[in-house]
C-alpha cells in the first residue's frame, strides 16, 4: 500500500489506540484481561503488539505473518520476551483453518491491506470458533475507486459496468441490497462494508441456532492516502445486550448498535500547536469553533474546514500519537 | 381361537386434521419460497385482470412487502380477489371442477397463499378489492387450533384504491420473527437477490417490487451476440425453438456470458474462492418466472451424455430455456413452482437439446485453453444481449428445421472460431515459481503488475529469440 510507512499512519494510529480503550473496557463485562491472548498481523515494527504490551502486558500475543522477510524483520523488533509473544511465520487464513474451536478468550485484529472475499470468510470461519468475551476487529480497505470509475465516454461506461459486475460477482453473497449499484461515495462505501460485515455476523451467528451474536462496539472509516475501514465487536450473548451497553456506554465513539461508521480525519498539527490546543482539552461538543478561536490562525482552506479539522483533533486528541525526531 | 369384538361402525373418519395443513405441509417450502408464492398470486391477478401480451405487460403493477419483527405485509394493486373465486382461494388444494379462469395463470395446486399463511403467524387478515367486491377475510389462532370448524369469517370493508390485496400477518412464530429482526439482513438480502433472479423476467416486463420500500432490480442472463456479418464466424449463442404438440412454447438460448477464465484465473480460484456468486449454468423460465436459476448440476445436463461436468474453466458458459403454456399444468414445475419436475417429459426431450448447444461451448474453451487472449478478444466483438433481444435476433439467423427429432423444432448452430494452428503441433509448458521471484522478473519486463504467465511467455519468448 502506498502512503506513509505503517507505524506514521495518524488516522491507523486513532483506529489502533481505539482498540487499546475496548480492551480497557472488558474487565466491566466480568473478563479478566490475563484470560485473553492477542492475535494479530502487527507488521514489521510490530506495532500493535508494542502497545498492548505497553499497556495490558499481562495479555499474551501471537502475531502472524505471511511473507518470510517481514518476519525476520519483526524478530528483530520483538517488544517483549517470547513468553509473552510468539511470532508465527504462516497465512493469516492457514491459521484461523487450523485454529480450533476453544473456551479461552481472543482478541484478533485481521488487519487486511486489501479487500478480497477472504476478508469476509475469514471473519465468517473466526466467529464460528471464538467463544463468549472474545474481541474481534476487522480493518479492510474501502477505498470506492477499486471498483468505480467516472464514466466520460462509452467505453468508460462499458467498463463502469463491467467493475460493477465484477463487484457484485466477487461479494454477491454478501450485498445487503444485491440488485441495487452501491453508492461509491467514500462514507457509503464504507457503510456497505459495514452491512457487509452485519450479514456476515447473522450467516455465522445466525438467531436461529444460537444466543451468541457479535456486537459492534466500534466503527471507523479513514484515509492515510488510502481509504480503509475497521469494525471492533465482541461475541456476546444475544440476550444480554444491556451488559454490553453498560460496559461501553461512558466511550465517545462507541457504535453499538450498527449505526454508520465514525469518519477519523485528524489534521497534521505541529507540536507546538498540538500542546497550545491541549490545554482547551476536554470539553464538550461543538469544539470546533472554540479551539478555532483559541488557535487564531486557519489550520485548512476556510473555516468550515478548519472547525471541522479542529472538532476531528479534540475527538482523537488522545489518540495522537507524537512523531519526534530523536538520537537512536 | 379368541372371540372377535364386531365393529359397530359403517364408516370411519378419513377428513384431514388441519394441524396437517398447519404444521406439516409448511415444511415442504422454504420461508423465501412462501412468499415469492405470494408473489405469484400476484401476477396471477394482473393476469387476471389484463391477460394482454406485449412488451410490458406488467406496467403500472406493484407489489409491496414490509418485514418487521412481528409483522409481515405484502399489498399490491394487482386486480385482487374475484368474490367468485372465494370458494377456491380460500381452500385447501385446488377442487377438480375449478376451470382456469385466465390463460398462463400459475397458481394451479391452490395452496400456496395457504402455506405461506401458515408458515409465518397465528394471525392474518387479507383485505382484497376486486371491482365490485370489497371483502377481508380473518384467519385466527383460535380458528388454526379448532380442528372442526373450516369456515372462515368474512365482511365488508370499505377499500381505498385500485383493485388489490393486503395480507397481513401478526403473531410470527420466533423462529420467522428471528429471520425479520435478528438476521434481518441476512434475510431481507437473501430474499432480494431470489426476487431479482426468479422475478428477473416479470420485473423487466414492468412489475414493481419493493422490499421495506427498496426498489428491486431484475438480475436477468445476457449472452455474448456478434451481430456482425451473421453468416461468418462469431461469438453467438446456439438457439432452440420449438412448439409442442401440447401447444407449449420453447425457446433456448445457451452462449458465452463473459470471456472464457485464464488459468491463472482458475488456479487463483483454486486456491481460494475469489467469487461469491457465478453467473454460469442453466436457468429454466416457466411463463415468465424463473424457476431454476444458473444450475450446474446433471439437472441440467451437465456432467451426463458427453458433457464434461462443471468446472470453474466453464464459468463463462450461461443458459436459458424458457417454456411458456397457457395451461400451467403442462410446464415442468413442482407445486412449489420453483422447483423444476426434471422427470417431466417435454423437459427430458429438451434437455437433450440444452447438452447439444452446452457441449459447443465446452469444446470451443477446451479449443482455445491457453490462448484465452485470442478468445477474449473474439468475445469483445458482440454485446451482451438479454434473452428477449435474443429472440428478435434470431429472427434474422437461418435456422435449421428438424421434423424428425426427438423434439422437433428450428435451430440455429453458431459457427464459432476454431484456432488456426492445429493443437497437437502447440504444447503447454506451466511451472511454479515463488511469487516474488515472479514480480522480480515482471518488473524487468517493465511492468511488475504482469500476469504470471506473461511473465513465463516471455521468458520463453526471450530465450527462444536467442535459441533459433
Known sequence: MAGPSYHMRINKAADRFSLIEIIKRLP?????????????????????????????????????????????????????????????????????????????????????????????????????????????????????????????????????????????????????????????????????????????????????????????????????????????????????????????????????????????DIPNLSTKERLHLQKHLPRERPRGPVLRAEMGHLIDEDIIRTEYALEQYAAFHRYFPYFLRGIP | MKETTPIDEKQINAAPLKSFFVSMLTRDIDLEDSILDLLDNCVDGILRSRPDEGNQPYYGYKAEIRLEKDLFLISDNCGGIPWNLHKYAFRMGRDPERQSDAPGLVGYYGIGMKRAIFKMGRNCSISTKNINHQYQVEITQDWLQDEYTWDLPVKNINWKGKDGTIIKITNLYSNISKQFEENSKKFTANLERIISTHYAIIIEKGFEIKIN????????????????????????????????????????????????????????????????????????????????????????GWGEAGVPRFHNQFIAISGVVEFRSKDPGKLPTKTTKRGLDSSAPIYLQVKNKMREGMKIFTDYTNKWKGREDESKKQISKGENLPLREIRQKSEKLSMNTTSRTVIPGEQYRPNLPKPELPESTARRISFVKENIKIKKVAAYFGDSSLDPSDVGEKCFDLVYQEAK
Open chain 1, 28 to 264: 466491566k463485562l466480568k473478563n479478566n484481561l490475563d484470560e485473553y491472548t492477542y492475535y494479530g498481523f502487527g507488521g514489521p515494527f510490530l506495532e500493535d503488539m508494542r502497545l498492548i504490551y505497553e499497556f495490558y502486558p499481562e495479555i499474551r500475543m501471537i502475531s502472524f505473518e505471511e511473507i518470510r522477510k517481514v518476519f525476520l524483520r519483526q524478530k528483530f523488533h520483538i517488544p517483549c520476551g517470547p513468553e509473552q509473544l510468539t511470532l508465527e511465520n504462516c497465512n493469516v487464513t492457514n491459521f484461523i483453518d487450523n485454529l480450533e474451536s476453544t473456551d479461552e478468550k481472543s482478541i484478533f485484529w485481521l488487519d487486511y491491506t486489501d479487500l478480497d472475499l477472504i476478508c469476509f470468510t475469514d471473519f465468517e470461519k473466526l466467529l464460528n470458533k471464538l467463544s463468549q468475551g472474545s474481541v474481534i476487529k476487522i480493518t479492510i480497505r474501502a477505498d470506492p475507486r477499486d471498483y468505480w470509475i467516472i464514466p466520460k465516454n462509452i467505453e468508460n461506461r462499458r467498463q463502469k459496468s463491467r467493475m460493477i459486475e465484477n463487484f457484485r460477482r466477487i461479494f454477491g453473497e454478501y450485498l445487503p441490497r444485491p440488485s441495487a449499484v452501491p453508492s461509491w461515495k467514500s462514507e457509503d462505501f464504507a457503510y456497505l462494508l459495514q452491512e457487509m460485515m452485519q450479514i456476515v455476523v447473522q450467516n455465522s451467528l445466525s438467531a436461529d441456532i444460537t444466543n451468541l451474536t457479535f456486537y459492534p462496539i466500534s466503527s471507523f472509516y479513514y484515509s492515510d492516502s488510502t481509504w480503509m475501514f475497521s469494525i471492533t465487536g465482541i461475541i456476546w450473548p444475544r440476550t444480554d445486550f444491556e451488559a454490553v451497553e453498560d460496559a461501553f456506554k461512558d466511550w465517545e465513539f462507541k457504535n453499538l448498535v450498527w449505526n454508520r461508521p465514525i469518519h477519523i
Open chain 2, 213 to 300: 420500500n427498496q426498489i428491486v432490480v431484475p438480475r436477468t442472463t445476457k449472452l455474448v451476440f456478434d451481430s456482425h456479418q451473421l453468416e461468418q464466424t462469431g461469438i453467438r449463442p446456439f438457439i432452440f425453438k420449438t412448439i409442442t404438440s401440447d401447444n407449449v412454447d420453447v425457446f433456448l438460448a445457451v452462449g458465452f456470458w463473459r470471456p472464457p477464465p485464464s488459468e491463472n484465473e482458475i488456479n487463483e480460484e483454486k486456491e481460494s474462492t475469489k467469487y461469491s456468486s457465478m453467473d454460469a449454468g442453466w436457468t429454466i423460465v416457466c411463463n415468465d418466472r424463473v424457476v431454476v436459476f444458473c444450475d450446474r448440476s446433471e439437472l441440467t
